[in-house]
T-cell receptor, first 115, second 113 residues
Framework: AQSVTQLGSHVSVSEGALVLLRCNYSSSVPPYLFWYVQYPNQGLQLLLKYTSAATLVKGINGFEAEFKKSETSFHLTKPSAHMSDAAEYFCAVSDQNFGNEKLTFGTGTRLTIIP | ETGVTQTPRHLVMGMTNKKSLKCEQHLGHNAMYWYKQSAKKPLELMFVYNFKEQTENNSVPSRFSPECPNSSHLFLHLHTLQPEDSALYLC????????????FGPGTRLTVL
């Protein structure tokens, strides 16, 4: 069974400051890992994904995440927050069951940007 | 129109009503999904269809009835819902039932009175 824990349901950072959203996963097999973003009144948009290639993954809008197997973590970072980054962010895990992967989502972290 | 579209965007219904949610994907995908997003809970996968065939029913109550007439359209028929069914219902699609490329629609915000 897989699971995802997102530490902190709400995170506030100042504009221009570092964004760090935490995600820890549990999986009995090598995982695929994802970060999705959801803006108000919209669906989920894929930010980035880890699929067992490079451990540092770069995504859209300047975000990146690093897969750390020893820490079972996949934290999302962005060096400098922008007002447009305000949204809800979801971490998700999937096992590498080719052709029938299922996403297991965390409960989300709402990111607020302080002007 | 491109991507994954869902109609209606908002729906209010009584517990005795029957309504349907519609999802359409314009991406040439063959797998489609229904998810339920409730406040403070993780997204819950409800149903999966691959090439119009249902491949996953995640123990969803029978008051939710999916229909997939073709690979581009997915419906969720609703009847005798409960207030706790109020949520955002998200549709997604992908090439095959792999999670590496799921694209989500904007969702239907459902309120059951």
């Amino acid at each position: 069974a897989q699971s995802v824990t997102q530490l902190g349901s709400h995170v506030s950072v100042s504009e221009g400051a570092l964004v760090l959203l935490r995600c820890n996963y549990s999986s009995s097999v090598p995982p695929y890992l994802f970060w999705y973003v959801q803006y108000p009144n919209q669906g989920l948009q894929l930010l980035l994904k880890y699929t067992s290639a490079a451990t540092l993954v770069k995504g859209i809008n300047g975000f990146e995440a690093e897969f750390k197997k020893s820490e079972t973590s996949f934290h999302l970072t962005k060096p400098s927050a922008h007002m447009s980054d305000a949204a809800e962010y979801f971490c998700a895990v999937s096992d590498q069951n080719f052709g029938n992967e299922k996403l297991t989502f965390g409960t989300g972290t709402r990111l607020t940007i302080i002007p | 129109e491109t991507g994954v579209t869902q109609t209606p965007r908002h729906l209010v219904m009584g517990m005795t009503n029957k309504k349907s949610l519609k999802c359409e994907q314009h991406l040439g995908h063959n797998a489609m999904y229904w998810y339920k997003q409730s406040a403070k809970k993780p997204l819950e996968l409800m149903f999966v269809y691959n090439f119009k065939e249902q491949t996953e029913n995640n123990s969803v109550p029978s008051r939710f009835s999916p229909e997939c007439p073709n690979s581009s359209h997915l419906f969720l028929h609703l009847h005798t819902l409960q207030p706790e069914d109020s949520a955002l219902y998200l549709c997604a699609s992908s090439h095959g039932t792999g999670s590496l490329s799921q694209f989500f629609g904007p969702g239907t915000r459902l309120t059951v009175l």
